[in-house]
Each structure stands twice: as C-alpha cells, then as structure tokens.
C-alpha cells in the first residue's frame, strides 16, 4: 500500500485548487503523505511539466502515486489515464505529459508525436501496464468539466494509494500518446548539437546533451550558446567565472552564469541549439 502522493501542476499557488485536490485526497486516505513536486509549471506545458515530473519521480519509495495536472484538454474527449510501471503508479491525461516516464522505459527513442504502443519496444524489466480512467465509482459527483484534478485525479490517486489496483479503475489500453523528446546530433565534422530543454528557478540552461554523450571526458571542448563560448566544463557552480557550463545533478549537461541568470544574459528560450565542439 503505497503512502505517498505527489501532485506536480500549472495550478500556481495563488489559487486554492491545489489545496482542493489535497482535501478530497486526504478525505479518502487521512494517512497519506502528499508531497508538492512543483506547482509553477508555466500554464498549459505539457513539455515542461513531462521533464521536471522525470527529475523528481526516480527519488520515491516503490508503488508511490505520482499525479501531474497539466491539461489543457481537459473536459474534451482526451483521456484520464494511470500508467504504471515497475517503480511507481502515475494518473495524468493521456496527453505526453507522461513522456519522459515512459520512454525511459523503452529500447529505442520515439521519433514522432503520438500514440505509441506500450506492448512493443520496451526493455525487459520495463514493463508497463496502462488504464483509461472511465470507471465513476472513483470519481467525485458532480464532476466539474474544468477541474478533473479534483474531481477525478485526485480520488483515483487517493484510491490507488488504498491498495486498489489499476484495472479497477477503467479499461486496460495498449498506447499511449508520447511526446518525440529533443535529441542531441553530431554533425560529420564532429559537431553534437543539442538544444536548451527546460530553464530552472536560477536561470539555469539545461541541455539534453547527456553526460554520457561526453565519451572522452578529459578531452577540452568548446560550448556555444547565443553566440557566446564556453571553454571547458566545471566541477560545480561556484567554480570559474562568467558563464559556466557544467554536468548538472540530473546528468545534463547545464550552462550558468556565476552569481545570476544565464538566460537573462543570453535572452535565452528553450529550443535554443547548443553546440560543443572538441
């Protein structure tokens, strides 16, 4: 039985809808933890709240009840899903907001946007099972067609953490619609470009150039974003000067800028290319 819920929304803090789905939530398991992942999603990304859900999710206990409200189709006939895999249980609308989730559990990256089919190309020992939300008897009544956080996420959340398996909660479904996630290149003169893929609190511009990317890292390399270079990489954000770039905690590659906002600097915006050279 899990004992941890965590919501991760574009609801904001200035509202009470946040603390509506925690009420409903704690009216049906007083005894569980909800913990507030992030609540400052920018209003309707998708993209956004897919990548910061993937940097926090890995840390929980097995079987904890991951719920992301970021649906700008809400009350249309997209679906409420619960997705879950072999470490946790998700409920999200099955609108790629679960992509990161689920293509770190696949053999090969998605290519295109849509429904992909989670019976084929996932990794053994990554198997996911998928639900379509369509069961009432978990819901609140009346449901309000513009607030399904409270009035269908939040108690099958509640519900789930009860010890209710999936399958009572609706119709098992093959695919799932998934987000193409943004991949570093390499170009024939040796050239890996990426692109800025999320911008933190700090202003911070994490890359999805991976650590991993980086085979020989003891060689130099050059680093260019809006027109700036960027010699080398750093250890930490307190070393060197100016603008840094640096392998960040969730193994990405990151450019700062010393004691303030990298973007503010460099007018950067996600979808900007990164190049690194050797």
């Given at each position: 039985?899990?004992?941890?819920?965590?919501?991760?929304?574009?609801?904001g803090?200035?509202?009470?809808?946040?603390?509506?789905?925690?009420?409903?939530?704690l009216?049906?398991?007083?005894?569980?933890?909800?913990?507030?992942?992030?609540?400052?999603?920018?209003?309707?990304?998708?993209?956004?709240?897919?990548?910061?859900?993937?940097?926090?999710?890995?840390?929980?206990?097995?079987?904890?009840?991951?719920?992301?409200?970021?649906?700008?189709?809400?009350?249309?006939?997209?679906?409420?899903?619960?997705?879950?895999?072999?470490?946790?249980?998700?409920?999200?609308?099955d609108?790629?907001?679960?992509?990161?989730?689920?293509?770190?559990?696949?053999?090969?990256?998605?290519?295109?946007?849509?429904?992909?089919?989670?019976?084929?190309?996932?990794?053994?020992?990554?198997?996911?099972?998928?639900?379509?939300?369509?069961?009432?008897k978990?819901?609140?009544?009346?449901?309000?067609?513009?607030f399904h956080?409270?009035?269908?996420?939040?108690?099958?959340?509640?519900?789930?953490s009860?010890?209710?398996?999936?399958?009572?909660?609706?119709?098992?479904?093959?695919?799932?619609?998934?987000?193409?996630?943004?991949?570093?290149?390499?170009?024939?003169?040796?050239?890996?470009?990426?692109?800025?893929?999320?911008?933190?609190?700090?202003?911070?511009?994490?890359?999805?150039?991976?650590?991993?990317?980086?085979?020989?890292?003891?060689?130099?390399?050059?680093?260019?974003?809006?027109?700036?270079?960027?010699?080398?990489?750093?250890?930490?954000?307190?070393?060197?000067?100016?603008?840094?770039?640096?392998?960040?905690?969730?193994?990405?590659?990151?450019?700062?800028?010393?004691?303030?906002?990298?973007?503010?600097?460099?007018?950067?915006?996600?979808?900007?290319?990164?190049?690194?050279?050797?």
């Amino acid at each position: 039985m899990s004992t941890i819920i965590t919501l991760t929304t574009d609801f904001g803090l200035a509202d009470a809808y946040v603390a509506a789905m925690k009420g409903v939530i704690l009216g049906i398991n007083p005894e569980v933890k909800i913990i507030d992942i992030c609540h400052s999603i920018k209003p309707q990304n998708i993209a956004q709240a897919a990548f910061v859900l993937s940097t926090a999710y890995p840390y929980f206990s097995k079987k904890t009840v991951h719920v992301v409200v970021v649906d700008p189709g809400v009350g249309s006939e997209r679906r409420a899903i619960i997705l879950r895999t072999p470490i946790a249980c998700f409920v999200a609308p099955d609108n790629g907001v679960l992509s990161y989730v689920i293509q770190q559990s696949l053999s090969k990256p998605v290519e295109k946007r849509g429904q992909f089919s989670i019976k084929g190309g996932v990794r053994p020992g990554a198997e996911l099972e998928a639900v379509a939300i369509t069961n009432p008897k978990f819901w609140r009544s009346p449901v309000n067609a513009t607030f399904h956080g409270r009035d269908i996420f939040a108690p099958v959340a509640a519900a789930l953490s009860l010890g209710f398996p999936p399958i009572d909660f609706g119709e098992p479904i093959d695919s799932v619609e998934v987000l193409p996630l943004p991949r570093s290149s390499q170009r024939p003169d040796g050239t890996l470009v990426g692109h800025i893929i999320h911008i933190d609190n700090f202003g911070n511009l994490i890359t999805n150039i991976k650590s991993d990317d980086l085979l020989d890292k003891a060689e130099p390399i050059t680093i260019e974003v809006g027109g700036q270079l960027i010699f080398g990489l750093e250890r930490t954000y307190a070393e060197g000067g100016g603008l840094i770039a640096l392998i960040g905690s969730n193994g990405y590659l990151e450019v700062s800028l010393k004691g303030g906002s990298a973007s503010s600097l460099l007018d950067a915006r996600v979808g900007d290319e990164v190049r690194l050279r050797r």
